[in-house]
């Protein structure tokens, strides 16, 4: 099974020390109260809270190359908790450049005002390690996706 735990700890620490530099304050991964009253859990919170950001990083085009329909709409989601946060400063930060294309394109004059999209490039060495988990993973989806099709002819005949 692909180690999907660099995706979450090694690429959100890397985005938040970046923007630790960039803003002049500390980040972490922190639950905030919405808007509504619910609460999520955010990827990057600035010390202050004047900062929130959600991070995703997520890869472009799938395998097949189609457009990464699932990876937008997870997207989407969390542009929506973003818009229910109350700071000054809410982010989505990709890093993956042909994602951040993808996806900027995609809600072109769709984001709510006070929200933005960014995007934050991993180092060569932590995009290496990325791009290899989600190969594995995508063929462990393919090799699952065709036993699946087998079962499936296998109960038809």
Excluded: W
Excluded at 126 to 138: G, P, R, W
Excluded at 140 to 151: D, G, L, T, Y
């Amino acid at each position: 099974m692909a180690d999907t735990t660099v995706l979450t700890r090694e690429v959100e620490d890397f985005v938040r020390a970046h923007l630790a530099e960039q803003h002049g304050q500390a980040f972490g991964k922190r639950f905030l109260v919405l808007r509504t009253g619910g609460k999520h859990e955010f990827d990057a919170v600035s010390e202050d809270g004047s900062i929130i950001a959600s991070i995703k990083a997520h890869s472009g085009r799938t395998s097949g190359g189609n457009i990464p329909s699932g990876k937008i709409f997870a997207c989407i989601a969390e542009l929506y908790y973003l818009s229910l946060a109350n700071a000054p400063t809410r982010l989505l930060v990709l890093t993956n450049p042909q994602f951040f294309e993808i996806f900027k394109r995609k809600m072109r004059e769709a984001v709510v005002d006070g929200v933005a999209i960014e995007h934050i490039p991993l180092s060569a060495e932590l995009q290496n390690k990325v791009d290899l988990v989600v190969e594995k993973a995508s063929q462990e989806m393919s090799h699952a996706r065709e036993v699946a099709e087998a079962e499936v002819e296998t109960e038809i005949t």
